[in-house]
């Protein structure tokens, strides 16, 4: 056998891992760069859930989407392009197609919450004449990526006569930010040097300085939370117990960022998983008259398992599919829902971790997702042997490379890390019960979960390229 016969060989016989900047046009690449530009700003202006929903609502409305309970009243085939919005925390989006929506949809659906701090609802207390604020943390975080950095407060609050208060400090220049102390490593020797991670950093210690100027005379108790509670009166009219019916999120304080001497990465907090609420969201947008209904889900609650009214396991997505099976003209009963439902094609919007190359050792090299190499099908998520997973069918991933391959997607395959080494999950079970086909299909970033998380640009943009094409392809 000579070269020229071998080189054809493996040509043929080999999978091929393409960087995706080596995939990129001339055009595309400009294209690229003024997409992360918008991703960014979407960023910036979605560091909560409620926020996020408001950034994807404006955007529907603007590309000429209307809210479906107003549609569902007029009972009317006339728009196409249809929102609904549930509890400020989670939206969906539909673009009706050709085919009635019993013989399947294509949906897309990611989540719009981040792992980050809550304040509790009795917050404020004092201490060695320091003002502080108790939280605790929602999902999973490595606690000490929280410490000595600055902090945000992002929410809402409710106040005794039902007002509605929105809460955002620590964003502005001129604004002051929060922060959770950190010991001294001259001090920190027997007090945790030989703990365990896990025992060092304490969660009831993940407390915020809130100020420490005293409000009073001396002999007054508590008199620096009285200040900080007096500041708060006057500017927003709240008192303490209004922090009862409260949702207070601490986040970082902060932009996006470009990273790298050439821009080529994307550095901000709450990418997983924006990033593919985003992708997603810029996809639907762009469809017209596609042949199957397409449907985008953000949903809330997935860091802590998707529970809740506003996660994947609540019946956001049953209730929604029937109202555009309403606006159809179909029957909405139960038998023309389950139809439709197990009849769709899905996909779990979400990221996989990006093999590091400081921690390769974690990982399987050979089924990692690396960062750069486009967008990231996982097969199967879970712990251990597959526990907690859907485990997507062969017939579904081929058909999801085959659509990636005709427009031309750098793809790559991922799972979480080494057998055993530890693992996570995603929606993909929550709608796998329905019966329809799902794969986890998202981008690969590195430092996963942490207050400044590592995406590629061109990751970010085959993404969305990739589920633009699942929508437009009739799978």
């Not at 399947?104 to 207390?125: A, M």
């Not at 060695?128 to 992002?154: D, E, Q």
């Not at 002999?219 to 019916?245: A, H, M």
């Not at 029957?331 to 190359?357: E, F, Q």
Request: glycine residues 8%.
């Amino acid at each position: 056998m000579n070269k020229h016969e071998l080189k054809k060989i493996k040509k043929t016989l080999l999978k091929k891992e393409i960087l995706a900047f080596d995939q990129l046009t001339k055009s595309q690449k400009t294209k690229l760069f003024k997409f992360s530009e918008t991703y960014k700003n979407f960023l910036n202006q979605s560091k909560t859930e409620r926020e996020a929903t408001r950034q994807i609502i404006a955007a529907a409305k603007a590309g000429g989407f209307v809210d479906i309970d107003i549609q569902t009243e007029k009972n009317s085939k006339d728009t196409r392009k249809i929102y609904k919005v549930f509890q400020g925390r989670c939206v969906a989006l539909a673009v009706l197609g050709e085919k009635n929506p019993v013989s399947g949809t294509n949906i897309i659906v990611s989540h719009i919450d981040s792992p980050r701090l809550d304040l509790k609802q009795n917050p404020f207390y004092e201490d060695l004449n320091i003002g502080l604020m108790k939280t605790h943390y929602y999902g999973g975080i490595r606690k000490y990526h929280w410490l000595a950095v600055p902090l945000a407060l992002h929410g809402i609050i409710i106040t005794s006569d039902n007002k509605t208060i929105s809460i955002e400090v620590g964003e502005d220049p001129c604004d002051p930010v929060f922060t959770v102390t950190d010991l001294l490593p001259h001090l920190a020797g027997k007090s945790q040097g030989n703990k365990k991670i896990s025992e060092v950093f304490e969660g009831e210690k993940l407390n915020l300085l809130a100020g420490s100027i005293p409000l009073g005379s001396e002999d007054e108790k508590d008199r620096v939370k009285l200040g900080v509670l007096n500041l708060l009166y006057e500017k927003y009219g709240i008192i303490e117990e209004d922090f009862i019916s409260a949702e207070i999120e601490v986040v970082p304080a902060g932009k996006a960022r470009d990273i790298g001497f050439d821009r080529s990465m994307i550095g901000s907090y709450g990418q997983d998983d924006r990033i593919c609420a985003y992708t997603s969201l810029e996809a639907i947008l762009g469809m017209q008259h596609p042949d199957k209904t397409s449907i985008a889900m953000f949903f809330d609650k997935e860091e802590i398992g998707s529970e809740g009214s506003s996660g994947a396991k609540s019946s956001f997505l049953e209730d929604f599919m029937s109202d555009l099976l309403f606006i159809n003209g179909q029957d909405t009963d139960n038998r023309s829902l389950r139809k439709a439902l197990i009849n769709s094609s899905c996909l779990s919007a979400d990221v996989n971790a990006a093999m590091d190359p400081d921690f390769k050792d974690v990982h399987e090299a050979m089924n990692a997702a690396n960062l750069g190499f486009g967008i990231c099908m996982t097969k199967f998520t879970g712990v251990a042997g597959k526990s907690g997973s859907s485990d997507a069918s062969a017939e579904f991933l081929g058909k999801i490379r085959q659509i990636f391959n005709k427009n031309k997607i750098a793809w790559q395959t991922g799972e979480l890390g080494k057998i055993d080494q530890g693992g996570g999950g995603t929606v993909a079970k929550f709608l796998a019960k329905f019966g329809m086909d799902v794969l986890d299909c998202g981008p690969a970033v590195l430092s996963m979960h942490s207050p400044f998380e590592v995406s590629s640009k061109a990751d970010v943009f085959m993404t969305y390229l990739g589920y633009k094409a699942f929508y437009s392809d009739n799978v």
